[in-house]
């Protein structure tokens, strides 16, 4: 069965750091663009990072540029999600998903309707 596995959520305090994981198994997701979302209590479903199957270009919304960092290894078959300044805004279940229709593409979608396959997701709470 392919499916991928979000891990490392929890309760942080503002300023605190998170790293998220998203590990596929079932098949190797190596030679395809990832991504990561999130769904804030209330809101719809939005884009917060992604990068191309090496790893060589990655993008970020603005809220979290300069505060997240997005990683895989491939070797591992693995997505990492590294999480800095973390603030209470921040607060959502965070998703990873996979882009299986462009097979070695030079870049990453950013929207929701253009990842095939999803993560159950891991929830992220930042409060004191």
């Known amino acids: 069965q392919v499916q991928l596995v979000e891990s490392g959520g929890g309760l942080v305090q503002p300023g605190g750091s998170l790293t998220l994981s998203c590990a596929a198994s079932?098949?190797?997701?190596?030679?395809?663009?990832m991504g990561w979302f999130r769904r804030a209590p209330g809101k719809d479903r939005e884009f917060v990072s992604a990068l191309t199957w090496n790893g060589a270009k990655t993008g970020y919304a603005n809220a979290v540029k300069g505060r997240f960092t997005i990683s895989r290894d491939n070797t591992k078959n693995t997505l990492y999600l590294q999480m800095n300044s973390l603030k209470p805004e921040d607060t959502a279940v965070y998703y990873c998903?996979?882009?299986?229709?462009?097979?070695?593409?030079?870049?990453?979608?950013?929207?929701?309707?253009?990842?095939?396959?999803w993560g159950q997701g891991t929830q992220v709470t930042v409060s004191s």
């Open positions: 079932g098949r190797t997701f190596s030679e395809y663009a």
């Open positions: 998903a996979v882009d299986i229709s462009r097979y070695l593409w030079d870049s990453f979608p950013t929207g929701i309707y253009d990842y095939d396959i």
